[in-house]
């Protein structure tokens, strides 16, 4: 069964706080002050109080709405949908109106953060399939889609402070387990302003999925060294990693975190 966790970063505790009760919930999105946590479940895109509560159904489409990203006033969500093909990016306000489509074209394209009034996407739209994809951004109004930066990557994460992309790069698919290798994934920092290039991590194993917990703290996913993939928080400042889950026997997936530093949550699949 695959379930939500959330975990209370304040005390820096693993324990479980609140489980989603519909089953098979994907793609966990907190809001930026930890107060509701959007996600997908049988392909729409619905909303919850992180206290447990209610669901509200933000979209309701026969085709497959994920990856929910929310725009830093908590009113709106950027998410990717094939509804009308491919997967493209769409934005919707939670009041009720209808999503609007931003991206056009037959490469997926995957939502990955707002930045400013600009939605960063991931896409191989310009690339070679075997390569990672690169990092885009478009308006929130609509138009004409641009780099966010030259590096390619996996994963690209604004900061809340809109100064840094958190980076995932590597080759090595997202559902092998234990790899150990030169294609393993790595977390890194991009600065907008100057485009240096900061490698966070370095170790032989794969990390990734990360999220930003308020500005100068992150969070991923990694096995660090181990048999299963756990939560970990980085403090950018003094580059103190720390493990903050210690589930065994299945690994956490979709990292998601508060802007204001209280509340990481994830997907676990596990046999509960």
Not at 42 to 54: H, K, L, N, R, S
Not at 197 to 205: F, G, M, Q
């Amino acid at each position: 069964m695959r379930r939500f966790i959330l975990v209370p970063f304040l005390s820096l505790c693993a324990g479980v706080a609140f489980a989603v009760a519909p089953a098979m919930p994907r793609y966990p999105a907190l809001a930026p002050d930890g107060s509701r946590i959007a996600f997908s479940w049988q392909g729409d895109i619905w909303v919850a109080p992180a206290t447990g509560g209610t669901a509200q159904r933000i979209t309701a489409n026969p085709g497959y709405d994920h990856h929910p990203v929310w725009f830093p006033d908590g009113k709106r969500l950027a998410f990717t949908s094939d509804r009308e093909g491919s997967d493209e990016v769409f934005v919707v306000a939670l009041g009720g109106a209808a999503p609007q489509r931003l991206t056009f074209h037959e490469a997926p394209d995957l939502a990955q953060g707002v930045l400013g009034g600009d939605v960063v996407f991931t896409s191989r739209r310009h690339e070679a399939w075997s390569r990672m994809p690169a990092v885009y951004r478009i308006s929130a109004a609509g138009g004409t889609e641009r780099l966010a930066c030259k590096v390619l990557a996996l994963e690209a994460i604004p900061s809340p402070d809109g100064r840094y992309l958190a980076l995932v790069r590597g080759g090595t698919p997202a559902d092998r387990r234990h790899y150990r290798g030169a294609a393993n994934r790595d977390i890194w920092l991009y600065e907008l302003a100057t485009g240096r290039l900061d490698r966070l991590t370095s170790t032989a194993w794969d990390e990734d999925g990360v999220a930003w917990a308020g500005n100068g703290v992150l969070v991923f996913r990694s096995d660090n060294g181990g048999p299963d993939r756990n939560l970990f928080r980085l403090d950018l400042t003094t580059r103190k990693v720390t493990q903050l889950t210690h589930h065994e026997g299945a690994d956490i997936r979709g990292p998601s975190a508060s802007t204001d530093g209280t509340l990481a949550a994830y997907e676990l699949w596990d046999a509960v």
